[in-house]
């Protein structure tokens, strides 16, 4: 053989082992989905987070928390087992997250509306703010309804929602104590919290949503009078 077709044979072995090298590494920049090839876009890890909570918030709509498995949520995202897994261990994790986001989602309603709040009226404002989240109709609400009837039969769900109690409290006491002193008295917010839970339910499962709202006002009064005998009971404030 020839030197020039040994050099010929060398140069088509060089570029065939580059070609593969440039396949391998596109190979670890793509993901097969469906039968197509697509670039995989690097996410952030609140970016796979919510990924996994929007299938998750799916499947609870759509067949209950009950129903819903691990494999159902990572089915509904673009991710694999490992990269579900390293993020939740279990469909547990995933609706405690989710009903977080609903109290953050609340939170910050409340705190662009503080500045609405005058001297003198803290207890109306409160009060508004309160009845405001039993009537309101957001992509949370669903997704509590069911938590709420969910946690009649799952003990673990009940201690989530202790936990969860625990946490809305806190965040009252990080806000301007003239407006959230009474709620910081735990019967009192036992009370508010199990009044706006009893309004939510019969809000969605009894469709009285429109008619609650037609009414708000007597919702306010009441609250104001559970404040305005807290305060008078109690150390004053609010």
Same mark, same amino acid.
Not at 34 to 49: D, H, P, Q, T, Y
Not at 158 to 181: P, Y
Not at 199 to 213: E, H, T, V, W
């Given at each position: 053989?020839?030197?020039?077709?040994?050099?010929?044979?060398?140069? +088509?072995?060089?570029?065939?082992?580059?070609?593969?090298?440039?396949?391998?590494?596109?190979?670890? &920049?793509?993901?097969?989905?469906?039968?197509?090839?697509?670039?995989? +876009?690097?996410?952030?890890?609140?970016?796979?987070?919510?990924?996994?909570?929007?299938?998750?918030?799916?499947?609870?709509?759509?067949?209950?928390?009950?129903?819903?498995?691990? &494999?159902?949520?990572?089915?509904?995202?673009?991710?694999?087992?490992?990269?579900?897994?390293?993020?939740?261990?279990?469909?547990? @994790?995933?609706?405690?997250?989710?009903?977080?986001?609903?109290?953050?989602?609340?939170?910050?309603?409340?705190?662009?509306?503080?500045?609405?709040?005058?001297?003198?009226?803290?207890?109306?404002?409160?009060?508004?703010?309160?009845?405001?989240?039993?009537? @309101?109709?957001?992509?949370?609400?669903?997704?509590?309804?069911?938590?709420?009837?969910?946690? +009649?039969?799952?003990? +673990?769900?009940?201690?989530?929602?202790? @936990?969860?109690?625990?946490?809305?409290?806190?965040?009252?006491?990080?806000?301007?104590?003239?407006?959230?002193?009474?709620?910081?008295?735990?019967?009192?917010?036992?009370?508010?919290?199990?009044?706006?839970?009893?309004?939510?339910?019969?809000?969605?499962?009894?469709?009285?949503? @429109?008619?609650?709202?037609?009414?708000?006002?007597?919702?306010?009064?009441?609250?104001?009078?559970?404040?305005?005998?807290?305060?008078?009971?109690?150390?004053?404030?609010?």
């Amino acid at each position: 053989m020839s030197s020039k077709k040994i050099m010929i044979i060398y140069i +088509k072995k060089v570029l065939l082992f580059y070609e593969i090298r440039y396949i391998i590494t596109l190979s670890t &920049e793509t993901s097969i989905k469906g039968g197509f090839m697509c670039a995989v +876009k690097r996410l952030s890890i609140e970016e796979r987070k919510n990924e996994i909570m929007q299938s998750a918030t799916r499947l609870i709509t759509e067949k209950g928390f009950s129903n819903m498995t691990m &494999e159902d949520v990572i089915a509904g995202t673009t991710m694999s087992k490992g990269g579900v897994y390293h993020y939740y261990k279990n469909t547990l @994790d995933i609706f405690k997250d989710l009903m977080v986001a609903g109290i953050d989602y609340r939170d910050k309603i409340i705190h662009e509306h503080i500045g609405e709040c005058e001297k003198g009226c803290e207890v109306e404002f409160m009060a508004k703010q309160m009845v405001d989240k039993m009537l @309101d109709d957001n992509p949370y609400m669903p997704l509590y309804v069911e938590f709420l009837i969910e946690k +009649k039969r799952n003990p +673990k769900l009940e201690e989530v929602f202790e @936990d969860l109690k625990m946490q809305a409290n806190n965040r009252f006491k990080l806000m301007d104590t003239s407006i959230s002193g009474s709620l910081l008295n735990k019967s009192t917010f036992d009370l508010c919290t199990n009044l706006i839970n009893a309004i939510i339910l019969a809000s969605d499962i009894l469709g009285a949503r @429109d008619n609650f709202r037609k009414n708000r006002y007597l919702f306010e009064e009441m609250l104001i009078s559970i404040f305005k005998n807290e305060r008078e009971v109690g150390d004053g404030s609010i």
